[in-house]
């Protein structure tokens, strides 16, 4: 018989282990808040579609690229089919699309579209997703003998598959890509974390699957209204219900149930045309925002989505063809030319890309913003990002908070191609003029 004694702990040993046990706790609650910021040639990423993407144009504005890849094009009608990747059954070559991609200096996500073969059309919905799961991984993922994908996505917006058949194709794909490569980052779909929709899945399919997938996704426009017009406003308005609340919703609900799970931003834009909506068609009454908007409004949603927990957030879209109506005059280019919102992105990239978000130094809707990045390596460069956050094409003076050092040069945001237009701040400037367009101070301080 085994005879049990209490055990004793003097008072030292009790407070070691209280101490101990809380730090684990804090620890575990604190994760994900603790975090460290993306740098953000990290940070911002852009979607592209197949054989139509062009890594070499789109180079300068991003490193990160996600795919839209067709599931279908590796199955057919027959769901159950044996991909011989890379090569998908409509012929085309994955390897030759994605790594030519790589090649560009872009990592890769791959969003695969499950949504186009309907699931009445699947012959066996979980063993199917679960097989087509193991042979993408096993093709693409970074731990095979072509790594070309780092993460999939388990559909990008399933609305016409029922919340109880999606949670089979999650657990059951996502269970292939383990399988297949345990180093690929499974990602969701788009997440709602209210009811599920025609564009997003609720996050309780994924409830209790924690150990399936490593990223959150989100989808988040600027929508001030919806049909007729599905007018868009700036960024920072505080009228927009849905924009960064819904955002900031996930990133709650990651906190609380995943803390250890990255959530990315994978859909936002504009959509800028030149030409006025078909009269006769759904989009009539369709309000785009101009090409200077676009530039203005793209690049302040970049800045604004670094001070949120999020990894990630990838802009849509790279090209258009300056069609007058919803998500169809989205590009960076149109026609494969490049907008002014080119200029702008290249220009954000190429000034912040060593750089991490560190503080708000103000924040006044309607009035002023002043965000600070940190240099990856060298804490005492900064830049300083100041812009009159309107819709209004306002201008303002700015009085700037104290600093240790000197601003050693100051440029504005272009809309076009060259030098970025140097703005006249003296190096211990204590106000500078702001309008719609970002300010980028180079400070180096004491």
Known sequence: MIVKRPIRLNPKELTRLSVCFFSIVAGINLHAAERPKPLFRDFMGINGHTVQFRPELYRPTTSLVRDYHPVEWDLGKDSDFATTFPLARNGVNWNTVYDSWRKAGYRIDVSLMIATIPTNHWKDLAADTRSYGGRFARAFGPDGTNPLVESAEIGNEPGKFSDADYRTVFENMARGLRAGDAKLKIVTCNLTTGKSHAYAKSVDCIAGLTNLYDVLNVHSYAQLENWPTWRRSFPEDPALKEYLPDIRKLCDWRDAHAPD??????EFGYDSATGKPDPNGDFKQWVGVTDT???QWIVRSWLVFATLPIERAYLYFFNDNDLAQLHAASGLTRHFEPKPSFYAVAHLRRTLSDYRFHKELINRPGDA??????????????????WS?????RSAKLELPAYAGKIERAEQMPLGEGTAPSAAVDQNARQISINESPLYLFLKFD
């Open 261 to 266: 799970k990255e959530v990315w931003l994978t």
């Open 293 to 295: 908007q676009q530039a």
């Open 389 to 393: 956050p309107t819709g209004e094409g």
């Open 369 to 386: 913003m002043l965000f600070e990045f940190t240099h990856a390596t060298d804490s005492q460069r900064r830049v300083w990002v100041a």
